[in-house]
């Protein structure tokens, strides 16, 4: 995998805080979907690759609770 093939897409709230990260990057290796998993604050966890639509579907359902 090439650095141009990497993804990372974040969404931060208002204090800079990470509310979720999506990626690529080639380590965690021992998640089932790998290289795709996202972070979570400290957590990470296997996802499967994520469309754009994906992930604003996922910000706005987080800004709206």
């Known amino acids: ?4 093939e990497i993804i990372h897409i974040i969404c ?7 509310l979720v990260r999506w990626d690529n990057a080639p380590h965690h290796k021992n998640l089932s979907t790998y290289p795709f998993h996202k972070h979570l604050g400290p957590k990470i966890e296997a996802t499967n690759e994520i469309s754009l639509s994906d992930v604003l579907v996922s910000i706005e359902k ?4």
């Open 12 to 18: 931060n709230d208002s204090n800079s805080k990470l």
């Open 1 to 4: 995998m090439s650095l141009k």
């Open 62 to 65: 987080t800004i709206s609770n």
